[in-house]
RNA sequence: GUCCCCAUAGUUCAACGGAUAGAACGAAGGUUUCCUAAACCUUUGAUGUAGGUUCGAUUCCUACUGGGGAUACCA
């Protein structure tokens, strides 16, 4: 890496120059803006008092010195405390050789014996199909984790899957009620969403029993809890506990739909799971550590028998762990389910991908983690994002706001198909082919659209602008990418002449900002691995994209002169293919051949 | 009440404490004898308010204003 031969000749410049010490680490480089020339910038203001120099020639003199120790160095300029470097033509040649003879430039192998790295993202409810924030979630999850495996860490997804409590007892009751037996097979619904229509029923119905006692003069509240409906629903959720066979066995056929309808939502959004807990089997555990806590007196109980952990000394509150009937609560769950996936998995570095608004939740998981003595739930990590808002504001299932996860699937693909129509494109495909690339520009839009925002913010999705190709989008980058190798196949038939890196080319500053970007992929998914953050990744896409159109607009490819020049660029063309596939691969993105 | 997150062009998004705050959409104009014009190039326009730290602040600290969330014996 070159970086890091320039921060040695700095340190050792600074040494020889002015007797500082400097760790070449600590020594920060960045990519020369563009209106100066040079391509790392160091900036010297920090030593400057050490020095004992002004900041103009103290630059200076560390560029001549740099200059000297370091041949790939073969200029440097300074203006005011900021010192540039220009690297010799022949770096760039012989990274390009170096890219072009890697499969997967900038990415790392995983370690195979190494601890995995958990994630578990998706954890939807049974009671409802999935909608845009489940989206988000999703696309997050599983680019994270191909993010952090292309950074050479061994990955393991799970899923956590809400199958249990009085939500599905509602979609259950009303389907007992109003369903009239009807099946995914005799409606022809998607599970999900037949199980989702039965939990709107419930709540309609609900809500006309609450009116109807209210109008009786009972206040709200006791309404609320009193309404028949929600009586009945929570004496099923009782009978469901104790194991009764009738609610065992509908609720077991509805939940069947439901993981079927997931199932195809999951595959059309191109993500999965290496394991899938259900909550089922896990809502019990974490009673255990529970009484281990108390024993090590991190917890305490009341007198009513409820369990609870003072967190007051870490700036909380107190924490509920155990009700006083002894049943366990959600957080009581997740820390079983956390020692659950360390022992299954050896893991001792968990994600989550959960909205944040349980950021309070998982900083208290992780403080009694480690107050239960596990240490390296200090290594819990909780991608906490923002939520997805809509123009016309939140998302409320209720008031039919929300936008669900298939139709705006398929709303994409039908749009990506109108689109392809009208630009008259893809004559020479087959059917089936064309289909398959609806589908590819459709998924693109979404996931770039979502993905390219920073995680921990809250954003808009204007359904009407999302479907939109041009800009900075998915299939842009996707056009960008089809465009080149149809480049690379016309130039590997006008000229057979491999690309020499020993010949001497003059790189022009647009083919210069296209290798530097190359140059950068490894650095951009270690930095956007440390911060779990994808939206780096597609960023970085969309400018090695853009790089490359404006360097095509105004550098001849196919029809240069010199045969040697050509092979050299249209070698510049794979590379610039191969980032672009790579890191689109890390969004999830897939990137068509022809388009 | 307490705690957490957010605030950047008309809009949607960028910017390890570094140089003149970048893109895209929108609006106005221009470009095709290399691939596939879903492209490229011009022009237009922004750091909520008031302080502080620093050689240097969109970035760090404090207060305020405005938005979101949490503070459930729900999950």
Known sequence: MIEEKLQQAISQGLKELYDIDAEPKSVTLQ?????????????????????????????????????????????????KGFLNFVIGDSYWQSLLKEVLATDAYGTKNADSSEAPIVIEYSSPNTNKPLHLGHIRNNLLGWSVAQLLKANGNNVRMVNLVNDRGIHIMKSMLAWMRYGNGETPET????????VGKYYV??????????????AKGYEEEQAKKEAPLIVEAQSMLKRWEEGDKEMRDLWSMMNG?????????????????????????????????????????????????????????????????????????????DLGTALLRHEDFGTERL??????????????????????????????????????????????????????????????????????????????????????????????????FILKVDPTRNMLFNPAESIDFNGNTGPFIQYTYARIKSIVRKGAEANAVAFDETASQVIGPKEK??????????????????????????????SVAKAFNSFYQDTPILKCENDNLRSFRVALCSAVAQVLKNTMNILGIEVPERM
């Open 31 to 79: 990519s020369t803006r563009k209106d100066f020339i040079g391509d790392f910038t160091v900036v010297v203001f920090p030593w400057v008092k050490q020095a004992r120099k002004a900041p103009q020639q103290m630059a200076e003199e560390l560029g001549k010195k740099v200059h000297e120790l370091l041949p790939e160095v073969v200029e440097s300029n300074a203006e």
């Open 187 to 194: 409606s022809g619904m998607k599970g999900d969403h037949l």
């Open 257 to 333: 739909w439901v993981y079927k309808g997931f199932d195809e939502t999951y595959k059309r959004l191109g993500v999965g799971f290496d394991k899938i807990y259900y909550e089922s089997d896990t809502y019990l555990l974490g009673k255990e550590l529970v009484s281990k806590g108390l024993e090590m007196g991190v917890l305490y109980k009341k007198e009513d028998g409820s369990v609870w952990c003072d967190l007051t000394d870490a700036g909380l509150d107190h924490k509920l762990l155990l009700r006083k009937d002894g049943t366990s609560v959600y957080m009581t769950q």
């Open 201 to 214: 029923e419930f709540d309609k119905h609900y809500k006309k029993e609450v009116e109807d006692l209210m």
């Open 513 to 542: 900002e296209v290798l530097r970007l190359i140059h950068d992929m490894p650095s951009t998914i270690a930095q956007a691995a440390a911060a779990y953050s994808p939206a780096q990744i597609a960023n970085y896409a969309y």
């Open 351 to 448: 994600v989550y991908v959960v909205g944040n608004e349980q950021d309070y939740h998982f900083q208290v998981l992780k403080i009694v983690m480690q107050r239960l003595g596990y240490q390296w739930a200090e290594n819990i990590y909780h991608l906490s994002y923002g939520m997805v808002e809509l123009p016309n504001g939140k998302m409320k299932s209720r008031e039919g706001t929300v936008v669900d996860a298939d139709d705006l699937i398929s709303e994409m693909e039908a749009q990506a198909k109108e689109m392809c129509r009208e630009k008259g494109k893809n004559c020479d495909m087959d059917e089936t082919s064309l289909e398959a690339l609806y589908h590819t520009i459709a998924l693109g839009a979404l996931k770039y």
